[in-house]
Structure formats: C-alpha cells, structure tokens
C-alpha cells in the first residue's frame, strides 16, 4: 500500500480506491513500461522526452483509473492518451526558426580571416615554395616549418650559415614576387 502525500485529501476521497486501484495500477505500469517506454520513443526523437511523454500519459491514465470499464483496452488507452498528449505538444511547441528571403550569415569577429581564404593563401603558398629550387625549397621548409635555427638548418643540410641566409633571403625574395601569393609591396 502506497503512503499517501495529502493525508487529508486522501482520507476525504474514497478510502476504497486505495485498496483496490493502486495496487492493480502499480502492477499494471510495472508489467507493461516496457512496451509502452518503447511506444514512447518512437513518438520522440529524445529518450528523456519518451519517459516524460510516458510519465504524462500514465498521469492521466491513473486519474481516468475509475472510469475505465474494460481494462483489457488499457494498452489502447494509454497509447491514445501517449498520441494525444504529443500531439498536444507538438501544437504549443514554440517555433524559433522563420523564413526569409536571404540567410543570416553571422558577422566577421574582427581581426579573424575566412577559413577559406586562409586555406586558399596556404595551398597558394605551398605552390610557391614547390616551385623555388629544392636547396631553396629544403632551406625554407626547415627553417620556417620546422622552426629551426640558422645554424641547425646549415647542419642538417652541410653548408655553412652564411649559405642558409643567402639562400633563404633569395627564396623569400621570390615568394614575395610570386603572382599567386599576391605579397609585392
């Protein structure tokens, strides 16, 4: 037997409905919430939204629990009362979206550049340096994309720094005046 919360509201209403419609209620959500969970969710896209919607529909089906004369019809009952309440939903739902002739396209924060254009200038660049001559491309290529130092660049390649500095200063030189890159001053 269930404890009620309103003790005086549940002793004014029938003292009789307590003995016999909780206890066939409770059994019957406890034998059926599978199947009828499972109803839920396929009228919602969330599967919080389906155990609320379940929730709803099993609140009104215990509060119309007298009137209901065929309790074999109960899977019917609740189902319809499942439909009705989404569709209640589904009718207050607030629409957020709105059609119009042009699309908002969120304004630029300042300073920052379209991907697209910063993706297009790299691939650019790229193409600039496949075109400078390999002991250019092989100078600019470890002494800016992989960061290192002058004398470690003469290093790895086996020439001396006073070597990497011309040759990465007439590299530069010819990326600045590449067409495609588009950086003469």
């Known amino acids: 037997m269930t404890t009620p919360v309103c003790?005086?509201?549940?002793?004014a209403a029938a003292p009789a409905r307590q003995t016999h419609s909780f206890p066939s209620f409770a059994s019957y959500v406890r034998a059926r919430q599978p199947v009828l969970l499972r109803t839920?969710?396929?009228?919602?896209?969330?599967p919080s939204d389906a155990e609320d919607l379940l929730q709803t529909a099993l609140t009104k089906t215990y509060?119309?629990?007298?009137?209901?004369e065929d309790h074999r019809a109960l899977d019917g009952y609740v189902r319809r009362a499942l439909l009705n309440?989404?569709?209640?939903?589904?009718?207050?739902?607030r629409v957020d979206e709105f059609a119009c002739d042009?699309?908002?396209?969120?304004e630029p924060a300042p300073g920052a550049e379209d991907p697209?254009?910063?993706?297009?200038?790299?691939?650019?660049?790229w193409?600039?340096?496949?075109?400078?001559?390999?002991?250019q491309r092989a100078m600019v290529v470890l002494r800016y994309y992989e960061d290192l130092s002058e004398a470690q660049t003469a290093e790895v390649l086996g020439v001396s720094v006073g070597t990497v500095k011309s040759a990465v200063s007439r590299a530069l030189g010819k990326l600045r005046e590449d067409p495609e890159l588009g950086l003469v001053r």
């Open 116 to 125: 697209a254009e910063r993706q297009a200038l790299r691939d650019a660049m």
């Open 63 to 68: 509060v119309a629990w007298e009137r209901i």
């Open 85 to 93: 309440t989404r569709t209640s939903q589904w009718r207050k739902r």
């Open 102 to 106: 042009e699309l908002p396209e969120p």
């Open 40 to 46: 839920a969710r396929s009228l919602t896209a969330n």
């Open 7 to 11: 003790t005086s509201a549940s002793a």
């Open 127 to 135: 193409r600039a340096i496949a075109r400078l001559p390999a002991r």
